[in-house]
């Protein structure tokens, strides 16, 4: 029976040029979905699936992470005399998550320089990885689900998502054979394909289960453009090793490292929420009627049916 898996590598290292000149002095990884930062939706995704000792990966300018989920003893103080014993119980909850370490990556030199620092922590045992940018829909059970393939197979689990073939050479795209319904055998992988050349439309999502054989992957591979380390290489060298199982998400999954999905999580989260959503949608139809009067030749003004989210791209060190 594989060893029950209990450890979770979250890379925040990622200098989020995409999202300046707001990441100039804070992490991306804290900007915020409504009220809460984007790296505690992660957090409490692992924590709900009892991946409750969690290493985060850090880097210059990223102690804020560290501050958020350590106590504060003088917003407690003042939240306790104040009477404000909701917030006071929340800001709490934030720091028992989990047990939570730190390790910085010192420079970024891609996903898989950021796992390979994880070596030592996680100590020849079967981990997770999940990358902050991406945050799955409320309830999700993909990370779950993704323990459970790894108990009945015993080798690393890989998320997968089906997208357009225009959408390929943004991601890492494997080709696969059939397993069952939503389970595939990854054959090959090859890291931002031309469309023509993608062995599949499927492509790597930011949820990982690992053997401890990736660490002896990543240590082997060549460094490749930029001088990274690519964790996608790493895959590509393990399956030659051992068996590497896909697994594709049936879940909503928002790419928060880009701007148009950071916004569209805001929003859709915002709408769910019982103090939020009646006047978010309030709001946004208000904005219809306004386009509408701006451009009264658009015909698609439904803003409140939003479409499934697209996925973005798999990168940590942007």
């Given at each position: 029976m594989p060893a029950k898996?209990?450890?979770?590598?979250?890379?925040?290292?990622?200098?989020?040029?995409?999202?300046?000149?707001?990441?100039?002095?804070?992490?991306?990884?804290?900007?915020?979905?409504?009220?809460?930062?984007?790296?505690?939706?992660?957090?409490?995704?692992?924590?709900?699936?009892?991946?409750?000792?969690?290493?985060?990966?850090?880097?210059?300018?990223?102690?804020?992470?560290?501050?958020?989920?350590?106590?504060?003893?003088?917003?407690?103080?003042?939240?306790?005399?104040?009477?404000?014993?909701?917030?006071?119980?929340?800001?709490?909850?934030?720091?028992?998550?989990?047990?939570?370490?730190?390790?910085?990556?010192?420079?970024?030199?891609?996903?898989?320089?950021?796992?390979?620092?994880?070596?030592?922590?996680?100590?020849?045992?079967?981990?997770?990885?999940?990358?902050?940018?991406?945050?799955m829909d409320e309830g999700s059970k993909t990370l779950n689900e993704m323990l459970t393939v790894f108990g009945k197979y015993g080798r690393s689990v890989v998320a997968l998502m089906e997208v357009s073939e225009n959408e390929i050479s943004s991601y890492g795209a494997v080709g696969v054979s059939p397993i069952s319904k939503n389970l595939f055998s990854i054959r090959s992988v090859v890291e931002k394909p031309l469309p023509n050349e993608a062995p599949s439309c499927f492509a790597i999502m930011g949820r990982y289960i690992f053997t401890p054989e990736i660490f002896d992957?990543?240590?082997?591979?060549?460094?490749?453009?930029?001088?990274?380390?690519?964790?996608?290489?790493?895959?590509?060298?393990?399956?030659?090793?051992?068996?590497?199982?896909?697994?594709?998400?049936?879940?909503?999954?928002?790419?928060?490292?880009?701007?148009?999905?950071?916004?569209?999580?805001?929003?859709?989260?915002?709408?769910k929420r019982e103090d939020l959503g009646d006047s978010m949608r309030t709001v946004l139809r208000q904005l219809a009627q306004e386009q509408a009067l701006l451009n009264p030749q658009s015909n698609d003004l439904n803003v409140l049916n939003l479409p499934q989210s697209a996925p973005g791209s798999d990168r940590v060190n942007d």
């Amino acid at each position: 029976m594989p060893a029950k898996i209990n450890k979770v590598v979250i890379p925040a290292a990622g200098l989020g040029t995409r999202f300046l000149p707001a990441t100039k002095a804070q992490p991306k990884e804290m900007l915020p979905l409504v009220d809460k930062p984007a790296i505690q939706y992660v957090v409490e995704e692992a924590v709900g699936a009892g991946l409750t000792d969690i290493l985060i990966i850090t880097g210059r300018g990223k102690r804020t992470i560290e501050d958020h989920f350590d106590r504060s003893f003088e917003l407690e103080y003042y939240l306790e005399r104040s009477g404000k014993i909701e917030d006071l119980e929340e800001v709490r909850s934030i720091a028992q998550l989990g047990e939570i370490h730190y390790l910085r990556q010192g420079e970024p030199l891609g996903l898989g320089h950021a796992v390979l620092a994880a070596k030592r922590h996680v100590n020849s045992k079967p981990f997770a990885v999940m990358l902050a940018d991406d945050i799955m829909d409320e309830g999700s059970k993909t990370l779950n689900e993704m323990l459970t393939v790894f108990g009945k197979y015993g080798r690393s689990v890989v998320a997968l998502m089906e997208v357009s073939e225009n959408e390929i050479s943004s991601y890492g795209a494997v080709g696969v054979s059939p397993i069952s319904k939503n389970l595939f055998s990854i054959r090959s992988v090859v890291e931002k394909p031309l469309p023509n050349e993608a062995p599949s439309c499927f492509a790597i999502m930011g949820r990982y289960i690992f053997t401890p054989e990736i660490f002896d992957a990543l240590e082997k591979i060549t460094p490749g453009r930029n001088g990274e380390i690519q964790l996608t290489d790493a895959i590509g060298s393990l399956i030659e090793q051992q068996e590497v199982i896909g697994y594709v998400l049936n879940t909503k999954r928002y790419d928060v490292g880009n701007k148009s999905d950071y916004l569209r999580a805001t929003i859709e989260i915002a709408l769910k929420r019982e103090d939020l959503g009646d006047s978010m949608r309030t709001v946004l139809r208000q904005l219809a009627q306004e386009q509408a009067l701006l451009n009264p030749q658009s015909n698609d003004l439904n803003v409140l049916n939003l479409p499934q989210s697209a996925p973005g791209s798999d990168r940590v060190n942007d």
